[in-house]
T-cell receptor
Framework: GAVVSQHPSRVICKSGTSVKIECRSLDFQATTMFWYRQFPKQSLMLMATSNEGSKATYEQGVEKDKFLINHASLTLSTLTVTSAHPEDSSFYIC???????????FGNGTRLTVT | GQQVMQIPQYQHVQEGEDFTTYCNSSTTLSNIQWYKQRPGGHPVFLIQLVKSGEVKKQKRLTFQFGEAKKNSSLHITATQTTDVGTYFCAGNKKAAVNKLTFGGGTRVLVKP
Protein backbone atom coordinates (compact mmCIF):
# COMPACT_ATOMS: atom_id res chain seq x y z
CA GLY A 1 0.00 0.00 0.00
CA ALA A 2 0.86 3.65 -0.20
CA VAL A 3 3.45 4.69 2.36
CA VAL A 4 4.20 8.19 3.55
CA SER A 5 7.29 8.77 5.62
CA GLN A 6 7.55 11.77 7.93
CA HIS A 7 10.71 12.81 9.69
CA PRO A 8 11.56 13.53 12.43
CA SER A 9 8.97 11.85 14.63
CA ARG A 10 9.89 13.98 17.62
CA VAL A 11 11.82 17.19 17.97
CA ILE A 12 12.57 19.46 20.86
CA CYS A 13 13.92 22.87 20.07
CA LYS A 14 14.60 26.15 21.78
CA SER A 15 12.43 29.18 21.31
CA GLY A 16 13.56 31.25 18.35
CA THR A 17 15.05 28.42 16.34
CA SER A 18 13.65 26.90 13.15
CA VAL A 19 12.61 23.32 12.61
CA LYS A 20 12.22 21.50 9.30
CA ILE A 21 9.87 18.54 8.91
CA GLU A 22 10.05 16.30 5.86
CA CYS A 23 7.23 14.36 4.28
CA ARG A 24 7.96 11.78 1.59
CA SER A 25 5.68 9.54 -0.41
CA LEU A 26 7.75 6.37 -0.77
CA ASP A 27 5.94 4.34 -3.39
CA PHE A 28 3.77 6.77 -5.30
CA GLN A 29 3.89 10.23 -6.76
CA ALA A 30 1.84 12.66 -4.76
CA THR A 31 0.22 15.40 -6.78
CA THR A 32 -0.88 17.04 -3.59
CA MET A 33 0.38 16.99 -0.04
CA PHE A 34 -1.35 18.43 2.97
CA TRP A 35 -0.06 19.65 6.28
CA TYR A 36 -2.19 19.35 9.38
CA ARG A 37 -1.82 20.36 12.97
CA GLN A 38 -3.47 18.40 15.73
CA PHE A 39 -3.90 19.46 19.34
CA PRO A 40 -4.41 16.80 22.03
CA LYS A 41 -7.75 15.03 21.70
CA GLN A 42 -8.82 17.30 18.88
CA SER A 43 -9.39 16.97 15.19
CA LEU A 44 -7.00 17.60 12.34
CA MET A 45 -6.68 21.25 11.40
CA LEU A 46 -5.61 21.79 7.82
CA MET A 47 -2.76 24.29 7.65
CA ALA A 48 -1.90 24.29 3.98
CA THR A 49 -2.18 22.45 0.70
CA SER A 50 1.00 21.86 -1.21
CA ASN A 51 1.24 21.13 -4.93
CA GLU A 52 4.49 20.20 -6.59
CA GLY A 53 6.19 23.11 -8.28
CA SER A 54 3.79 25.78 -7.09
CA LYS A 55 3.24 27.88 -4.01
CA ALA A 56 1.36 26.35 -1.15
CA THR A 57 -2.18 27.42 -0.40
CA TYR A 58 -2.55 28.37 3.23
CA GLU A 59 -5.72 28.18 5.27
CA GLN A 60 -7.11 31.28 6.87
CA GLY A 61 -5.26 32.21 10.03
CA VAL A 62 -2.09 30.27 9.17
CA GLU A 63 0.95 32.52 8.80
CA LYS A 64 2.74 31.60 5.60
CA ASP A 65 5.92 33.36 6.68
CA LYS A 66 6.03 31.34 9.85
CA PHE A 67 5.15 27.97 8.36
CA LEU A 68 7.18 27.71 5.19
CA ILE A 69 6.18 24.93 2.84
CA ASN A 70 8.24 23.69 -0.06
CA HIS A 71 7.09 20.97 -2.43
CA ALA A 72 10.22 20.39 -4.44
CA SER A 73 9.22 17.14 -6.13
CA LEU A 74 6.29 14.77 -6.51
CA THR A 75 7.56 12.78 -3.54
CA LEU A 76 8.79 15.39 -1.10
CA SER A 77 7.25 18.27 0.79
CA THR A 78 8.82 20.10 3.71
CA LEU A 79 7.35 22.26 6.45
CA THR A 80 9.67 24.66 8.22
CA VAL A 81 8.48 26.23 11.44
CA THR A 82 10.47 29.44 11.62
CA SER A 83 11.34 31.25 14.83
CA ALA A 84 9.45 28.68 16.85
CA HIS A 85 7.69 29.66 20.05
CA PRO A 86 6.20 27.48 22.80
CA GLU A 87 2.71 28.01 21.37
CA ASP A 88 3.88 26.27 18.20
CA SER A 89 4.30 23.06 20.17
CA SER A 90 1.93 20.56 18.62
CA PHE A 91 1.57 17.39 16.59
CA TYR A 92 2.14 18.08 12.89
CA ILE A 93 1.00 15.49 10.35
CA CYS A 94 1.46 15.44 6.62
CA UNK A 95 -0.61 13.51 4.16
CA UNK A 96 -0.37 12.80 0.47
CA UNK A 97 -2.60 11.59 -2.33
CA UNK A 98 -1.93 10.74 -5.94
CA UNK A 99 -5.02 12.37 -7.44
CA UNK A 100 -8.05 14.45 -6.51
CA UNK A 101 -10.64 12.60 -4.40
CA UNK A 102 -8.30 9.68 -3.74
CA UNK A 103 -7.76 8.73 -0.08
CA UNK A 104 -5.16 10.46 2.02
CA UNK A 105 -2.13 8.57 3.22
CA PHE A 106 -0.72 10.04 6.39
CA GLY A 107 2.78 10.20 7.74
CA ASN A 108 3.44 9.15 11.32
CA GLY A 109 3.44 12.74 12.47
CA THR A 110 6.00 14.95 14.19
CA ARG A 111 5.62 15.96 17.79
CA LEU A 112 7.22 19.36 18.17
CA THR A 113 8.07 20.73 21.59
CA VAL A 114 9.41 24.25 21.83
CA THR A 115 11.06 25.13 25.12
CA GLY B 1 -17.34 27.69 5.17
CA GLN B 2 -17.98 24.01 5.10
CA GLN B 3 -18.46 22.32 8.44
CA VAL B 4 -18.40 18.64 9.22
CA MET B 5 -19.81 17.61 12.56
CA GLN B 6 -19.53 14.25 14.25
CA ILE B 7 -21.59 12.87 17.10
CA PRO B 8 -21.05 11.64 19.65
CA GLN B 9 -17.72 13.17 20.57
CA TYR B 10 -17.04 10.30 22.97
CA GLN B 11 -18.38 6.77 22.89
CA HIS B 12 -17.88 4.38 25.78
CA VAL B 13 -18.87 0.91 24.69
CA GLN B 14 -19.02 -2.38 26.51
CA GLU B 15 -17.05 -5.05 24.70
CA GLY B 16 -19.40 -7.05 22.53
CA GLU B 17 -21.97 -4.29 22.10
CA ASP B 18 -22.79 -2.35 18.95
CA PHE B 19 -22.63 1.39 18.39
CA THR B 20 -23.04 3.99 15.67
CA THR B 21 -21.25 7.26 15.07
CA TYR B 22 -22.72 9.95 12.85
CA CYS B 23 -21.24 12.51 10.51
CA ASN B 24 -23.11 15.55 9.17
CA SER B 25 -21.98 18.12 6.65
CA SER B 26 -23.37 21.60 6.19
CA THR B 27 -22.94 21.23 2.43
CA THR B 28 -23.39 18.51 -0.16
CA LEU B 29 -20.32 16.33 -0.54
CA SER B 30 -18.79 14.72 -3.59
CA ASN B 31 -17.57 11.87 -1.43
CA ILE B 32 -16.93 11.01 2.19
CA GLN B 33 -13.98 9.18 3.70
CA TRP B 34 -13.52 7.57 7.09
CA TYR B 35 -10.26 7.31 8.99
CA LYS B 36 -9.23 5.68 12.24
CA GLN B 37 -6.54 7.06 14.51
CA ARG B 38 -5.27 4.85 17.29
CA PRO B 39 -4.00 6.57 20.46
CA GLY B 40 -0.55 7.96 19.73
CA GLY B 41 -0.81 7.10 16.06
CA HIS B 42 -1.72 8.72 12.78
CA PRO B 43 -4.99 8.54 10.85
CA VAL B 44 -5.39 5.48 8.68
CA PHE B 45 -7.80 5.38 5.76
CA LEU B 46 -10.73 2.99 6.22
CA ILE B 47 -13.12 3.59 3.34
CA GLN B 48 -14.50 6.02 0.80
CA LEU B 49 -18.16 6.41 -0.17
CA VAL B 50 -19.11 8.17 -3.36
CA LYS B 51 -22.65 7.31 -4.38
CA SER B 52 -25.84 8.59 -2.80
CA GLY B 53 -27.21 5.97 -0.40
CA GLU B 54 -24.11 3.82 -0.71
CA VAL B 55 -23.47 1.17 1.94
CA LYS B 56 -20.18 -0.61 2.36
CA LYS B 57 -19.09 -3.23 4.86
CA GLN B 58 -15.72 -4.15 6.25
CA LYS B 59 -16.12 -7.14 8.54
CA ARG B 60 -17.86 -5.69 11.64
CA LEU B 61 -17.91 -2.13 10.27
CA THR B 62 -20.78 -0.81 8.14
CA PHE B 63 -20.49 2.56 6.46
CA GLN B 64 -23.39 4.44 4.93
CA PHE B 65 -23.62 7.59 2.82
CA GLY B 66 -26.89 9.50 3.01
CA GLU B 67 -29.24 9.96 0.09
CA ALA B 68 -28.62 13.71 0.07
CA LYS B 69 -24.85 13.16 0.34
CA LYS B 70 -24.69 15.38 3.41
CA ASN B 71 -24.40 12.76 6.11
CA SER B 72 -22.79 9.44 6.82
CA SER B 73 -22.66 6.86 9.56
CA LEU B 74 -20.34 4.17 10.83
CA HIS B 75 -21.85 1.23 12.67
CA ILE B 76 -19.63 -1.23 14.51
CA THR B 77 -21.05 -4.53 15.71
CA ALA B 78 -19.68 -6.71 18.51
CA THR B 79 -17.14 -4.12 19.57
CA GLN B 80 -13.67 -5.40 20.42
CA THR B 81 -10.81 -3.79 22.33
CA THR B 82 -9.00 -3.38 19.01
CA ASP B 83 -11.70 -0.91 17.96
CA VAL B 84 -10.34 1.65 20.43
CA GLY B 85 -9.37 4.90 18.74
CA THR B 86 -10.78 8.02 17.17
CA TYR B 87 -12.87 7.70 14.06
CA PHE B 88 -12.88 10.69 11.76
CA CYS B 89 -15.11 11.33 8.80
CA ALA B 90 -13.85 13.69 6.14
CA GLY B 91 -15.67 15.16 3.19
CA ASN B 92 -14.81 16.65 -0.14
CA LYS B 93 -17.11 19.52 -0.98
CA LYS B 94 -18.39 19.33 -4.55
CA ALA B 95 -17.06 22.71 -5.54
CA ALA B 96 -13.71 22.20 -3.86
CA VAL B 97 -12.64 18.63 -4.57
CA ASN B 98 -9.07 19.37 -3.58
CA LYS B 99 -9.97 20.16 0.00
CA LEU B 100 -10.88 17.51 2.54
CA THR B 101 -12.59 18.76 5.69
CA PHE B 102 -12.37 16.58 8.78
CA GLY B 103 -15.04 16.17 11.40
CA GLY B 104 -14.19 16.49 15.06
CA GLY B 105 -13.95 12.74 15.49
CA THR B 106 -15.60 10.21 17.76
CA ARG B 107 -13.32 8.88 20.47
CA VAL B 108 -14.17 5.28 21.21
CA LEU B 109 -13.28 3.62 24.48
CA VAL B 110 -14.07 -0.05 24.99
CA LYS B 111 -14.80 -1.49 28.40
CA PRO B 112 -13.73 -5.12 28.68
Amino acid sequence: GAVVSQHPSRVICKSGTSVKIECRSLDFQATTMFWYRQFPKQSLMLMATSNEGSKATYEQGVEKDKFLINHASLTLSTLTVTSAHPEDSSFYICSARYRDNSPLHFGNGTRLTVT
Amino acid sequence: GQQVMQIPQYQHVQEGEDFTTYCNSSTTLSNIQWYKQRPGGHPVFLIQLVKSGEVKKQKRLTFQFGEAKKNSSLHITATQTTDVGTYFCAGNKKAAVNKLTFGGGTRVLVKP
